[in-house]
């Protein structure tokens, strides 16, 4: 896991925060040897981070120069893990890239201690993977199939961070409560496994 890639829908809110955010706390633990980025399933390349976001990221002294980039399988084949922010950027990604499925998970799934769930989890990832693949052959889809998908979809945790875009700054301040929240977790991994 050296190599991190968050991943939200416009890349100027939530994972350029979670970017910046986990490169700050990497530097004040003393990890070395991670890199960290950020794209979006929806982004334009080249755009700054949302105002707000850039308050949030400034007030955590982790601003720095961080500007939206497309989710591509360029960056994909980078990451050794994909850390998205909603389960939907997750799908999304698989839909796209079901070549890249082992690292993609959600932030907080990718966090959490709940066994159960992640056997549930990597069940629907391998179930839509499948299923993508037997719809890019022009095979049909069985309702078993999709049956079984939102059985698994409706068991799972809520493992979404809500979208503060065009919201308040308290609204960027919960969002980043939350993603940190998941990030503290996430350095404790490291830690564990560097």
Request: glycine fraction near 6%; proline fraction near 4%; hydrophobic fraction near 40%.
């Amino acid at each position: 896991m050296n190599r991190i890639l968050f991943v939200c829908t416009g890349n100027t809110c939530r994972s350029p925060m979670a970017e910046g955010m986990l490169r700050a706390m990497l530097k004040q633990q003393g990890i070395e040897g991670v890199e960290v980025r950020s794209a979006g399933t929806s982004a334009g390349d080249g755009f700054p981070v949302s105002t707000n976001a850039a308050v949030i990221l400034r007030e955590k002294d982790a601003l720095q120069s961080i500007s939206s980039s497309s989710l591509t399988s360029a960056l994909l084949d980078w990451a050794d893990l994909v850390l998205t922010m909603t389960s939907s950027h997750k799908q999304q990604a698989i839909q796209r890239f079901p070549e890249f499925v082992d690292k993609m998970h959600t932030l907080k799934e990718f966090v959490s201690d709940d066994q159960a769930a992640e056997g549930r989890i990597a069940e629907l990832e391998q179930l839509i993977a499948e299923l993508q693949v037997k719809q890019a052959l022009s095979q049909p889809v069985t309702p078993e199939e999709r049956a079984r998908a939102r059985v698994l979809e409706q068991s799972l945790p809520n493992y979404d961070i809500a979208d503060p875009f065009g919201g308040p700054l308290s609204l960027y301040r919960q969002c980043a409560a939350e993603i940190e929240a998941s990030l503290v977790k996430l350095v404790l991994k490291l830690k564990r496994q560097l």
